[in-house]
């Protein structure tokens, strides 16, 4: 189930200690835009701003989390004053169907960042939930197959993303034997997994089913709640269920009436 809400409001609404994994890929620092939702993160001209709100947000699930459980939150990286996809008054060689498509990105502010630097996204976003009580147990470096190409001719292209998995307690569930444990996806931190691909309609930045699939696996028990509060068109919660798990989520924008819609919103 997805409800058309904030996450933060969602997140402390949940019943205290009831979920066992928070797992979510929120929006990242001003790459795209997904409508006219003034509450929309991503949208902030300022990284320090983006990361004290998305952090913000993410610690509203240390009530509902139990102290056994988990959040995980695949996070990329973004490059000071460059567009992310288009913005909005930089339509050269782009055609208006695309720039409807993938969204534009919000301008940003360097705020004292050097020009074309990476804005540190992924590890200020680390220390910022370690500063709150949560313990950084894991950073995942999900290495991409077939990254995105980029027209960039003074660096190498991007081709990874990081998951950071946050515990409560320094005692957290884990599965190391049963099905979807160190047998079958093995023990390393580097994650080979082919990005997911947009179809006609859908959602603009779809989490890959096996990258979710492996997380729920090894930090939900079967049973267990995973939810995500930034559930998009829902993929989190449909692999979860259909690995047995209980699935609720949330988004401020309908999915359903975008596309065909993966679960039924309300």
């Not at 006219?36 to 998305?54: A, F, K, M, S, W």
């Not at 695949?74 to 050269?92: C, E, F, L, W």
């Not at 360097?110 to 147990?137: F, H, N, S, Y």
Request: hydrophobic content about 35%.
């Amino acid at each position: 189930m997805i409800t058309n809400k904030d996450a933060g409001e969602f997140l402390r609404e949940l019943a205290p200690a009831s979920v066992d994994l928070v797992l979510t890929s929120p929006p990242y620092w001003c790459q795209r835009t997904y409508g006219d939702d003034v509450r929309e993160l991503g949208t902030e001209p300022v990284v320090l701003d983006y990361i004290n709100r998305l952090a913000g947000i993410l610690h509203d699930a240390w009530s509902c989390v139990r102290p056994t459980g988990w959040v995980a939150v695949n996070i990329a990286d973004t490059y000071a004053n460059q567009p992310g996809q288009y913005r909005h008054s930089d339509k050269s060689g782009v055609s208006a169907s695309n720039r409807a498509k993938a969204g534009s990105a919000p301008m940003r502010s360097l705020a004292g960042l050097p020009l074309k630097t990476q804005a540190g996204v992924p590890e200020r976003l680390k220390i910022a939930m370690i500063d709150r009580g949560w313990r950084c147990r894991n950073t995942i470096i999900w290495h991409k197959t077939s990254p995105l190409p980029t027209t960039a001719t003074d660096r190498w292209n991007l081709s990874y993303e990081v998951v950071h998995v946050f515990a409560r307690s320094a005692k957290s569930y884990f599965s190391r034997t049963e099905q979807g444990g160190f047998a079958e996806y093995g023990t390393h931190d580097v994650w080979t997994v082919n990005p997911a691909r947009r179809q006609a309609g859908n959602h603009p930045a779809l989490m890959p089913e096996q990258l979710v699939a492996r997380l729920v696996d090894q930090l939900c028990p079967v049973g267990g709640l995973v939810v995500d509060p930034f559930a998009g068109s829902g993929t989190v919660l449909r692999v979860a269920r259909d690995r047995l798990r209980n699935a609720c989520g949330a988004d401020i924008y309908d999915w359903e009436k975008r596309s065909a819609g993966n679960l039924q919103t309300v």
